[in-house]
């Protein structure tokens, strides 16, 4: 089993997703998706902090979407929204993490106080880590026996709730012959696919979002100063924490979109070789599709944008190539973009 933590590209109805192609473990695995609408690194942190010792040796799968590295911020909902007290209160009183590492990670996760309201106990200890002074230090460590109490009885609600969800999933039967995969035809077919559905999507009468005039200054800022950098640097830490082993994928750039911006291709090119630089940082392996930026049927114009950015998800092209790549990984082979 393989975990893809990701956000709502993994809802796609398309059959091609990976939670679907890789359903019936056709190359010996399958692929588990974690995540919904507003899953963002700062969530995904939080719950691969909760799993902690499970994950150490494991492979895992980061979907990265590139719209939030050039907003300014997650929203209140959609963090609200995707928020776990479990795993917030099992990365604060748990073991998993590092002093220094709980900190910065609390520090950010104040600034959506409206969560805190779950659990008084979690917030007075998150203001204690955030301070890291030494008179908090010594507080916070008293705290984690009510701490541990507290993660005690989540664990129980937690498991319950896993268990309702093993009984009710249908199950898939998985295959006991790997078979050998002819991506070439299968990139081939999905390609034709998405290019029928972007046909279709241009067809007169459809509606289109036109793309506001900003430019390459604008968009400098804009990567500048995106709180995102600062989350996935800390998801990063996490893992290398964790000693999980995993891969990172960024969907492109939605080029066709940018250049209506007035944003050329060669500002973009900051965007992957920041994210590149940060992967190289921590010695993660990263797969960011860079050579479809200006693919238009990799991916879906039809999704709502974000900020006035464009937030498009994958096509049954686009999914190929990620399900190609995760194929890679799991079977120890270098990933193809």
Request: hydrophobic residues 40%; aromatic residues 10%; neutral net charge.
């Amino acid at each position: 089993m393989l975990p893809l933590y990701g956000s709502s590209e993994l809802l796609s109805p398309l059959a091609e997703k990976a939670g679907v192609f890789f359903r019936n473990a056709p190359t010996g695995f399958q692929v588990e998706p974690v995540g919904k609408v507003g899953t963002t690194p700062l969530i995904m942190l939080q719950e691969l902090a909760a799993l902690g010792p499970d994950l150490r040796g494991r492979k895992i799968g980061i979907s990265l979407s590139a719209v939030w590295f050039v907003a300014p911020d997650i929203t209140s909902y959609s963090y609200e929204g995707n928020f776990s007290l479990f795993a917030a209160s099992e990365l604060a009183f748990g073991n998993a993490l590092d002093f220094d590492l709980k900190r910065d990670i609390a520090s950010r996760m104040l600034q959506f106080p409206r969560t805190m309201k779950k659990s008084p106990l979690l917030e007075f200890a998150l203001r204690r880590l955030a301070s890291g002074g030494p008179l908090d230090r010594i507080i916070f460590y008293a705290l984690r026996p009510l701490g541990k109490v507290q993660n005690a009885v989540l664990d129980l609600q937690d498991h319950f709730e896993a268990l309702i969800y093993i009984l009710h999933e249908p199950k898939s039967r998985a295959s006991l012959h790997p078979q050998m995969i002819d991506w070439p035809s299968l990139i081939a077919k999905a390609s034709e696919t998405a290019n029928a559905s972007e046909k279709q999507n241009v067809a007169p009468g459809t509606d289109q979002h036109v793309a506001p005039r900003r430019g390459d200054a604008w968009f400098l800022e804009q990567l500048g100063k995106a709180r995102q950098w600062t989350d996935l640097e800390l998801l990063l830490r996490v893992l290398t924490e964790i000693q999980a082993r995993p891969l990172l994928l960024s969907m492109p750039m939605d080029g066709e979109f940018y250049d209506q911006m007035g944003i050329s291709r060669s500002v973009r090119e900051s965007y992957y070789t920041k994210m590149r630089a940060l992967a190289q940082r921590y010695n993660f392996e990263l797969v960011e599709f860079e050579d479809h930026d200006e693919d238009v049927p990799f991916l879906d114009h039809r999704v709502p944008q974000i900020k006035h950015v464009a937030a498009p998800h994958l096509t049954a092209k686009g999914w190929m190539f990620y399900d190609r790549v995760l194929d890679d990984f799991f079977h120890g082979r270098v990933p193809r973009g």
